[in-house]
C-alpha cells in the first residue's frame, strides 16, 4: 500500500531550538517526496521536492529509502515558521500526490 | 498570471443541494486536482484530470462528479450535499514533473 504517515499532529518548539517533522512513508518503488506548507490563511505551497536537494527558509530534507523517511529539519525555528506542514509522496509513472495527516508547527517567542 | 483561481471561497449548503465548485488554471498545466482538507486526516484526493476531456476517480470520489472539457477549467459537483461532505477543497494544478500550484480552497459547510 501506498501510504505517508506524519507521526506527530502538532509540534511546538522555542524560537531559536532545532526542529524536525518527521515523515515516513510505504512504497514499493522509487519514490518522489515533497514537503508542502500553508501559512495561516494562505493556500498550500511547494517547500522541498527531495530530489532538488535544496534548502529553503533554512529548511532541508534528506531522503532514507532504508528507514523510508523523509524528515523536515531546520536547526534554529523561527516563529514565521508556525504554520501546517505536509509530507507527500508521488508514485512512479503518474502526477498524484499522496498526503500524510499534515503536522502543525507552532514555534514560541 | 493568476495561477490557480477557485470560487467561491465560502458556501453553506443544505442537505440535499446542489452546487458547482469552480477552478481555473492560466498555466496551461495538464494535471489536474480536486482534494478534500478535513482536520487530522491530511488531503484526500476526489479526482484528478490528466487533460482535457480526461478524468478518473481519486481515493474519495462519491458524492462528487467533474468534468474537464477545457486545459482551463476543472469543476467539481456535487448533487446532493450531505453533512460529510463539510470540509475544505483545495483545486490544484501540475505540469508531469513539477510540484503542485494549489488555490486557495473553497470552505464548503453542509447543514
Known amino acids: 500500500a501506498q501510504r505517508v504517515t506524519q507521526p506527530e499532529k502538532l509540534l511546538s518548539v522555542f524560537k531559536g531550538a532545532p526542529v524536525e517533522l518527521k515523515c515516513n512513508y510505504s512504497?514499493?518503488?522509487?519514490?518522489?517526496l515533497f514537503w508542502y506548507v500553508q501559512y495561516s490563511r494562505q493556500r498550500l505551497q511547494l517547500l522541498l521536492r527531495?530530489?532538488s536537494r535544496e534548502s529553503i527558509k533554512g529548511f532541508t530534507a534528506d531522503l532514507n529509502k532504508g528507514e523510508t523517511s523523509f524528515h523536515l529539519k531546520k536547526p534554529f525555528a523561527q516563529e514565521e515558521d508556525s504554520a501546517m506542514y505536509y509530507c507527500a509522496l508521488k508514485p512512479a509513472n503518474t502526477g498524484k500526490l499522496i498526503f500524510g495527516q499534515g503536522t502543525t508547527l507552532q514555534v514560541k517567542p | 498570471n493568476a495561477g490557480v483561481t477557485q470560487t467561491p471561497k465560502f458556501r453553506i449548503l443544505k442537505i440535499g443541494q446542489s452546487m458547482t465548485l469552480q477552478c481555473t488554471q492560466d498555466?496551461?498545466?495538464?494535471?489536474m486536482y480536486w482534494y478534500r482538507q478535513d482536520p487530522g486526516m491530511g488531503l484526500k484526493l476526489i479526482y484528478y484530470?490528466?487533460?482535457?476531456?480526461?478524468?478518473d476517480k481519486g481515493e474519495v470520489p462519491n458524492g462528487y462528479n467533474v468534468s474537464r472539457s477545457t486545459t482551463e477549467d476543472f469543476p467539481l459537483r456535487l448533487e446532493l450535499a450531505a453533512p460529510s461532505q463539510t470540509s475544505v477543497y483545495f483545486c490544484a494544478s501540475s505540469l508531469p514533473d513539477v510540484g503542485y500550484t494549489f488555490g486557495s480552497g473553497t470552505r464548503l459547510t453542509v447543514v
Open positions: 527531495h530530489i
Open positions: 484530470s490528466v487533460g482535457a476531456g480526461i478524468t
Open positions: 512504497y514499493s518503488g522509487s519514490p518522489e
Open positions: 498555466m496551461n498545466h495538464n494535471y
